[in-house]
């Protein structure tokens, strides 16, 4: 079973959902969209098998940070 979409792609399981995931069980960021370092932890999502998106992931310069979130590196 892959780990991530990645690794269903290199398998050739083209029709590979991964499994949901809560929100707790991985972290939010401040990063802004579209920025090196939003980029850097999507992709770091992946290679984990997370989703790309967190639900309280910043998404616009008007919202601020979640609370408790990592500073981007």
Not at 21 to 45: C, F, N, Q, W
Not at 56 to 71: F, G, M, N, T
Request: a negative charge; proline letters at 14%; charged letters at 30%.
């Amino acid at each position: 079973m892959p780990k991530s979409v990645l690794d269903a792609i290199k398998m050739g399981l083209w029709e590979f959902e991964p499994q949901e995931v809560d929100g707790d069980h991985y972290s939010a960021t401040g990063a802004m969209p579209g920025t090196k370092d939003k980029l850097v932890i999507m992709a770091e999502r992946v290679r984990n098998g997370l989703p790309l998106w967190h639900p309280l992931d910043r998404d616009d310069i008007e919202k601020p940070a979640p609370p408790k979130c990592p500073k981007p590196r």
